[in-house]
């Protein structure tokens, strides 16, 4: 009876289904899921597989920063005719500051809006690039120049206000944005004019820098964006990092995934010094970890088949560590150049101590370009003293930027030939010995001036006149034991005199020095870019000599300006000025460079162009061969 009914009902129950399955089945049908396609990116076949050819890195390109600052100590020569917009960005700043009650120091007894209309004041707008990667705390070199269009004559003398960098170009009407760096101190002027002489110098003493004079005080942050999200993929690009940069006891891991698509990185602290370092060696870091060795080998052969990819190579040679030892030693003495020191520059920067004799045969008999380069990775070498013996005798070359970067490589190593000492906080001197004297000043990063010579001195007798005679040198007789100095101070008509022994060394201590009850030692108290102003002029006068040789002078090569340029174009390029506010104009970019004073401005001697102006500039060609393979901002 029982299986009589279920033979019954079940031929109804299929029945039923059938319905109800063919009444579903009427309606419109899914469209099928179509497989994402992964995206590859096209780059040689030897670059795959590391991290830059499989994600894009944000926050690691140098980044453009500017705002508005309030410089003081000026001689009359400031203004205050800007816009209503800046003027009460400056007027709020210097409320907060406490300006006008008893917090303001100085100026507690004076409004803020008395102290902006004071001619010894004056609104700049301040610029600066921070570097790719920069941690808290990283400092770096600031321009600042007075606003186009305001009758600011000179900015000499005259010290930065603390004032906020925001990223971009500045201007007074923009949403708020935080600010990421911070910028204050002495302003540095070109030092080759007199400091008095406005009229000779025209636009030159509107715009100076402060060395050092910013720091980074909000870094952005770094992270990884995957081309093809993935978690398995995100996971071993984390691992791979991790295992190249190993954590820190108290520190965050190197990398950290966020999730499928995204990985935070940190900067470790041994890297804090040179970010650009480490940025490139977790670029070229390979994510699958095995086989290191036959990778090692085979971007060996890679440099020799391709050349053109030798930068990228030896990053990657570098990113896989000491295992590439080994294998880059086999083209120590390769016939082509390239390959030949794209390995050296690897094993250099590995540490590996073979590299010296081929380094030193390079930086003795190879062209100026390469010389320098390899003195330079003389100079990375772990710590030798036959290194440092061999680096002394380039101080004594026919090639100046031989000397200096054997100087360099030398400072490097911490050699006891170099030796420096801090001038009244504002700058180093150092001494350095060398049969071929000349001074050597910078102008940008740490303040230093450099006296190349066994004993540098002024020749006597001698009598110079600089700054229309403001500054006077004299010593009457060939025996004198001391040179009388005379200097007018152009702010105060101030007059100081004193003496000196002749010996540059304590001649600059003279000029830089301040006196004061805890060191009355008499001094002239100049600012930095005064004392390099004159010792460039009396240098001019044919008189610093070491033994029989003259000395000549030398200035350090501007970088900041091609650096500040680059990124100010991008930004200009992002974001036309005219339509936030109308305060920013070209020409607060590039100001029209006066015609120069030969007889003023241009020193005799090896590097004629000292002063490096703001002009457009062709932007580097990318690498050829498709070397990167990725992009990075």
């Excluded at 994600?55 to 920063?65: D, E, N, W």
């Excluded at 990113?319 to 390239?338: F, N, T, W």
């Excluded at 006196?515 to 009396?538: C, K």
Aim: charged content about 25%.
């Amino acid at each position: 009876m029982l299986f009589r009914c279920i033979k019954t009902v079940l031929p109804a129950v299929l029945v039923g289904t059938l319905l109800v399955t063919s009444a579903c089945s009427s309606g419109p049908r899914p469209r099928p899921v179509q497989p994402t396609m992964a995206e590859v990116r096209d780059v040689p076949s030897v670059l795959r597989n590391i991290v830059r050819t499989e994600t894009t890195m944000r926050g690691v390109k140098p980044t453009l920063v500017s705002g508005y600052g309030f410089v003081v100590d000026l001689n009359g020569t400031g203004s205050s005719d800007v816009s209503a917009p800046v003027r009460a960005i400056i007027e709020e700043k210097l409320i907060r500051a406490g300006v006008g009650t008893e917090l303001g120091g100085a100026f507690r007894d004076i409004t803020p809006a008395q102290l902006i209309e004071s001619r010894d004041t004056a609104i700049v707008l301040v610029q600066a690039v921070v570097a790719p990667g920069a941690p808290a705390g990283s400092r770096f070199d600031v321009d600042v120049q007075a606003i186009p269009g305001t009758s600011t004559t000179s900015l000499q003398g005259g010290r930065l206000y603390t004032t906020q960098l925001f990223p971009g170009l500045a201007q007074p009407l923009s949403p708020d944005v935080p600010a990421i760096a911070e910028a204050r101190g002495d302003i540095f002027i070109n030092p080759f004019v007199d400091p008095a002489a406005e009229s000779q110098s025209g636009q030159q003493r509107r715009r100076g820098r402060i060395l050092h004079g910013g720091v980074v005080t909000d870094p952005a942050p770094i992270a990884l964006f995957l081309d093809n999200p993935s978690h398995s993929r995100s996971r071993a690009i984390v691992e791979a990092i991790n295992a190249r940069f190993p954590r820190m006891a108290g520190r965050l891991p190197t990398a950290s995934g966020i999730d499928e698509e995204v990985i935070q990185i940190n900067i470790p602290p041994s890297y804090s010094e040179d970010p650009r370092e480490f940025v490139e060696l977790l670029s070229h870091t390979r994510i699958d970890q095995g086989a290191n060795h036959r990778w090692a080998a085979r971007y060996v052969e890679a440099l020799k088949e391709t050349p053109e990819l030798a930068t990228t190579l030896t990053w990657c040679l570098q990113a896989l560590g000491d295992i590439s030892i080994p294998y880059v030693r086999k083209l120590y003495d390769y016939g082509e150049m390239v390959p030949r020191l794209a390995a050296l520059q690897a094993g250099a920067r590995l540490g590996d101590p073979t590299t010296r004799p081929y380094l030193e045969e390079i930086a003795t008999l190879g062209p100026s370009a390469l010389r320098h380069q390899a003195i330079g990775l003389l100079g990375e070498l772990p710590p030798n003293p036959s290194i440092n013996v061999f680096l002394r005798t380039l101080l004594d070359a026919e090639d100046s930027s031989d000397r200096i970067a054997a100087y360099e490589a030398l400072d490097a190593r911490h050699d006891p030939w170099v030796s420096a000492r801090v001038v009244d906080d504002k700058f180093l001197l150092i001494h350095v010995p060398s049969k071929r004297p000349f001074i050597y000043v910078t102008q940008q990063r740490e303040p230093r001036v450099v006296l190349f010579g066994d004993e540098i001195s002024v020749q006597r007798p001698v009598f110079v006149s600089a700054w229309d005679g403001r500054l006077l040198l004299n010593a009457e007789s060939a025996d004198a034991r001391k040179v009388d100095v005379f200097y007018k101070d152009y702010r105060t008509g101030r007059i100081t005199t004193g003496q000196s022994d002749g010996n540059l060394v304590d001649m600059v201590q003279f000029f830089a020095h301040e006196s004061t009850p805890e060191d009355p030692r008499p001094g002239l108290n100049l600012s930095y870019s005064e004392v390099v102003g004159a010792l460039y002029a009396i240098s001019r006068q044919q008189v610093v000599r070491s033994g029989d040789a003259l000395a000549v002078f030398i200035p350090e090569q501007d970088r900041l300006a091609k650096e500040l340029l680059s990124g100010a174009f991008e930004e200009y390029a992002l974001e036309r000025p005219e339509t936030a506010g109308g305060e920013w104009t070209e020409e607060m970019l590039l100001e029209a460079r006066p015609e120069e004073d030969e007889t003023e401005t241009r020193p005799e001697g090896e590097r004629p162009n000292y002063v490096v102006p703001l002009r457009p500039a062709t932007p580097p060609p990318a690498e050829s061969g498709g070397g990167s393979g990725g992009e990075q901002d």
